[in-house]
């Protein structure tokens, strides 16, 4: 098994470098950084690993790496995870990646310095390789979305029948200009999503207009710029679709400014997160929608990972380790029947 001293060795950076890098409690340079982390997967070294060869006592404590504080779909996980940790008897350490794979190392680094017992994760990217060292070194089950190849243990819904679904709502509804703003496509939901609206499309002998699909990245102020490129397009854009509740807002926002009526001038859709979070109660989310069973998610998540911790395995005889929850459209009836 491979040393700190062999990656010290043969990336040429001291002990305290490396250790820092490990831990995350210090500033590392990008490059050092790169270099340490390829020296690491190249020599299997697994840190943690070392260290919990020689720890026998459980800390009851398990790791959550959110993908972003301001984002309302944590206000509906947290309420979710905190439940099933308090029924099992264990206590959380939140970490947030920001939706920044960088930054997301240095949670999991500092996850792992931590000790704690397991991880649930809002992954930034569906590649196994930034997840290899946390897989190997602890239970870890991901939430919303998935990792491929070798697949993490992931609750989630189905992101690709509900994207068709939303898709195929418009077409039969004779909606064939549509304007589609994606999520992001790193991550599982997205790339799930977009394969959904393409084979609706196909479905109907359609291919998406390239100029009416832009990258919204899942957040208000780029959503909304989306929107109202595709309003002022001059396509003559009858329909948009939304990756997901805040998406939603950006596209409210833009449609309100131009004074288009819903469904009448214009008919949207999208996927709707906002249930069971603090903006419930505040957001006039009137956008037919896809329901995402959030706080489901994470409590069914949570309590898997500790059941995993406990030397269980709740994941053993569903395909590719996923386990969905139930997705359900909610009609607010934003879609307008066109007669072609």
Same mark, same amino acid.
């Given at each position: 098994?491979? !040393?700190?001293?062999?990656?010290?060795?043969?990336?040429?950076?001291?002990? #305290?470098?490396?250790?820092?890098?490990?831990?995350?409690?210090?500033?590392?340079?990008?490059?050092?950084?790169?270099?340490?982390?390829?020296?690491?997967?190249?020599?299997?070294? *697994?840190?943690?690993?070392?260290?919990?060869?020689?720890?026998?006592?459980?800390?009851?404590?398990?790791?959550?790496?959110?993908?972003? /504080?301001?984002?309302?779909?944590?206000? #509906?996980?947290?309420?979710?995870?905190?439940?099933?940790?308090?029924?099992?008897?264990?206590?959380?350490?939140?970490?947030?990646?920001?939706? *920044?794979?960088?930054?997301?190392? &240095?949670?999991? %680094?500092?996850?792992?310095?931590?000790? &704690?017992?397991?991880?649930?994760?809002?992954?930034?990217?569906?590649?196994?390789? *930034?997840?290899?060292?946390?897989?190997? !070194?602890?239970? &870890?089950?991901?939430?919303?979305?998935?990792?491929?190849?070798?697949?993490?243990?992931?609750?989630?819904?189905?992101?690709?029948?509900?994207?068709?679904?939303?898709?195929?709502?418009? /077409?039969?509804?004779?909606?064939?200009?549509?304007?589609?703003?994606?999520?992001?496509?790193?991550?599982?939901?997205?790339?799930?999503?977009?394969?959904?609206?393409?084979?609706?499309?196909?479905?109907?002998?359609?291919?998406?207009?390239?100029?009416?699909?832009?990258?919204?990245?899942?957040?208000?102020?780029?959503?909304? /710029?989306?929107?109202?490129?595709?309003?002022?397009?001059?396509?003559? &854009?009858?329909?948009?679709?939304?990756?997901?509740?805040?998406?939603?807002?950006?596209?409210?926002?833009?449609?309100?400014?131009?004074? /288009? %009526?819903?469904?009448?001038?214009?008919?949207?859709?999208?996927?709707?997160?906002?249930?069971?979070?603090?903006?419930?109660?505040?957001?006039?989310?009137?956008?037919?929608?896809?329901?995402?069973?959030? %706080?489901?998610?994470?409590?069914? #998540?949570?309590?898997?990972?500790?059941?995993?911790?406990?030397?269980?395995?709740?994941?053993?005889?569903? !395909?590719?380790?996923?386990?969905?929850?139930?997705?359900?459209?909610?009609?607010?009836?934003?879609?307008?029947?066109?007669?072609?």
């Amino acid at each position: 098994m491979a !040393s700190i001293y062999d990656i010290a060795r043969k990336t040429g950076y001291s002990i #305290a470098t490396i250790s820092r890098y490990i831990n995350g409690s210090g500033y590392v340079s990008e490059k050092a950084a790169k270099i340490i982390a390829k020296a690491i997967e190249e020599e299997d070294y *697994n840190p943690n690993l070392n260290a919990r060869s020689l720890v026998t006592k459980k800390s009851r404590t398990i790791g959550v790496i959110l993908n972003g /504080l301001n984002n309302p779909t944590t206000g #509906a996980l947290l309420p979710g995870i905190e439940a099933a940790a308090k029924e099992y008897g264990y206590t959380v350490i939140y970490y947030n990646s920001d939706e *920044n794979p960088e930054q997301e190392q &240095v949670a999991i %680094r500092s996850l792992l310095h931590r000790q &704690v017992d397991g991880a649930a994760i809002i992954p930034t990217t569906s590649e196994a390789g *930034n997840y290899r060292l946390l897989m190997d !070194s602890l239970p &870890v089950v991901s939430m919303i979305r998935t990792v491929r190849s070798p697949a993490m243990p992931s609750v989630l819904v189905r992101d690709y029948e509900a994207s068709y679904g939303l898709a195929e709502a418009l /077409l039969k509804n004779g909606h064939r200009r549509i304007g589609f703003i994606q999520g992001l496509m790193r991550v599982s939901t997205g790339q799930d999503r977009w394969r959904g609206i393409v084979d609706a499309m196909k479905a109907y002998g359609l291919e998406p207009d390239p100029e009416l699909v832009i990258e919204g990245f899942y957040n208000g102020d780029d959503s909304y /710029l989306a929107a109202k490129r595709i309003l002022e397009s001059g396509k003559q &854009v009858t329909a948009i679709m939304g990756g997901n509740h805040i998406t939603g807002v950006g596209m409210l926002k833009a449609v309100n400014e131009k004074r /288009l %009526r819903i469904p009448e001038d214009i008919s949207l859709v999208t996927f709707d997160g906002l249930n069971g979070s603090y903006m419930e109660n505040f957001v006039d989310f009137n956008i037919s929608s896809y329901f995402y069973p959030t %706080r489901e998610i994470a409590e069914k #998540a949570t309590g898997m990972l500790i059941e995993m911790v406990e030397g269980r395995d709740p994941f053993a005889g569903y !395909s590719d380790r996923m386990v969905f929850v139930e997705s359900s459209f909610i009609d607010r009836h934003t879609i307008k029947k066109l007669d072609n």
